[in-house]
C-alpha cells in the first residue's frame, strides 16, 4: 500500500482508498449463514435443503469478535454498518450484539436488512438496543407470488406486521426492497409501489442479479430499472432525484404529487460500481470487497490467533489499497459463469 490511499485529519479516523479512488465508508456484516427463508434468487431449496451443511458455532465470529473488528474499520473511515445473513434475527442475543457495537463505536449508524419474521417478536428489543434503521425483504403484496418466491409458504400479512411492530418500536425510516423477477413478480411492481407508498415507506426495486451460481440466473430474467420507472410511472407519475451521498445504490424517484419517493438498484443494466464504498464480512469472519467475488480475505484467524489492533489494521490497509473490484460494469457471458460467493454467504 502506497501512502497516497491513505490519510487523516487530526485524530479522526483515516481515510482510505481503492486502485479507483473509492474510500472505505460501509460495513455489512452477516452475522449468520441460517436463513428461514428459500427464496429462488438466494437460497434455493435444491441447493440449501435439510441436508445442507451450514457453518458450525464454532466457526462463526462471537460477538466480541465482531464488535473488535467493526472498532478497527470505523478507525479507518467506516461510518455506516448494515447487519445482514442470512436471517440476521436467527442469531440468538443480536440485540446485545447491536448494543456492544453502540457502546463501542461513538456515532455509528446501524441498520439491519431482514425478511421481518420474527419481528413481532424482536422488534422492541432491537429498537432498545440502538438499532436505526431497518430494511425489509418484501417482493410481492401478492400472498400467493409472495409465498412461492420465499418457498416456504410464509404470508405478506405476517410480513406486514413485522414492518408495523418496528415501526411502533421507533425504528426508522423502515425501506422496503423487492427483488423483481420477469415472469414471476413483476406484474405486482405496481401493487406494491401503491400500497409501500401509502403507508409513508420507502421502496426499492432491485434488478435480480447474478449473485453466486446457484440461483440460475438468466439475463432474460431481468427487469430493467428504466422499465420499473416506466410501469409506475404510468399510474403515479414519477420525478427523478439527486443521490443523498456517494455510494448510494438506489437510483431515487419522486412521486409528482409530493406523496414519497421509490427508487431502483440497477446493478445489471446501469452499474454502480464506481461509487461503492462497501467491504461485507462474512458469517465466519472473511471480508469481502465486492458482492461478486470470487474469494474473501480471512481476518477470524488474525482475532483468534493474537493479532495487535494495529496489524489488523495494516491488513485492512493493504486489502482495501489493492481493491480493484467492478464486477458489474465489466459484467459479460464469460463472467456471469465465473465461481463467485453465494448471495446467503456474505448477506446481499
Known amino acids: 500500500m502506497t501512502s497516497s490511499n491513505a490519510s487523516t485529519e487530526g485524530n479522526g479516523p483515516l481515510t482510505i482508498t481503492d486502485r479507483l ?13 441460517r436463513c428461514n427463508f428459500r427464496c429462488r ?24 469478535e465482531i464488535t473488535r473488528l467493526a472498532r478497527i474499520f470505523a478507525d479507518h473511515g467506516v461510518q455506516k454498518i448494515r447487519l445482514t445473513g442470512g436471517e440476521p434475527t436467527l442469531r440468538a442475543e443480536l440485540p446485545t450484539l447491536i448494543q456492544m457495537l453502540k457502546e463501542t463505536i461513538p456515532g455509528i449508524e446501524i441498520a439491519m436488512t431482514t425478511n421481518a419474521s420474527l419481528l413481532v417478536q424482536q422488534a422492541e428489543k432491537l429498537a432498545k438496543a440502538g438499532l436505526d434503521r431497518i430494511t ?24 406486514l406486521e413485522g414492518i408495523e411492530a418496528a415501526q411502533a418500536a ?37 434488478e435480480y442479479m447474478d449473485v453466486g451460481t446457484k440461483n440460475g440466473w438468466r439475463m432474460d430474467d431481468v427487469v430493467p430499472g428504466s422499465e420499473v420507472v416506466e410501469m409506475i410511472s404510468k399510474e403515479l407519475p414519477l420525478e427523478p432525484m439527486d443521490a443523498q451521498y456517494r455510494g448510494e445504490v438506489a437510483k431515487r424517484w419522486r412521486y409528482a404529487d409530493g406523496s414519497g419517493e421509490v427508487g431502483v438498484i440497477t446493478s445489471v443494466t446501469a452499474p454502480f460500481c464506481g461509487d461503492c464504498t462497501r467491504a461485507r464480512l462474512s458469517a465466519e469472519g ?10 474473501g480475505t480471512d481476518f477470524r484467524a488474525l482475532l483468534r490467533n493474537g493479532s495487535s489492533d494495529e496489524e489488523i489494521g495494516l491488513v485492512i490497509r493493504e486489502m482495501w489499497g489493492m481493491r480493484d473490484d467492478r ?17 446467503s454467504y456474505i448477506g446481499g
Open 327 to 343: 464486477y458489474s460494469e465489466i459484467r459479460s457471458d464469460n463472467t456471469v459463469h465465473m465461481p463467485k460467493v453465494e448471495m
Open 136 to 159: 425489509v425483504s418484501l417482493d410481492s403484496l401478492d400472498d400467493d407470488v409472495f409465498r412461492a418466491m420465499n418457498d416456504v409458504n410464509f404470508p405478506v400479512a405476517r410480513v
Open 21 to 33: 479512488g473509492r474510500p472505505l465508508r460501509d460495513l455489512r456484516i452477516s452475522v449468520t449463514d
Open 286 to 295: 472473511s471480508i469481502y470487497t465486492c458482492l461478486f467475488a470470487a474469494a
Open 170 to 206: 421507533g425504528i426508522g425510516p423502515i425501506k422496503v426492497n423487492a427483488v423483481v423477477k420477469r415472469g414471476v413478480n413483476d406484474h405486482t411492481i405496481v401493487p406494491l409501489a401503491k400500497f409501500i407508498r401509502e403507508r409513508g415507506l420507502i421502496l426499492r426495486y432491485i
Open 41 to 64: 434468487y438466494c437460497m434455493p431449496r435444491e441447493v440449501f435443503g435439510a441436508d445442507f451443511a451450514f457453518l458450525p458455532r464454532s466457526e462463526i465470529l462471537s460477538f466480541e
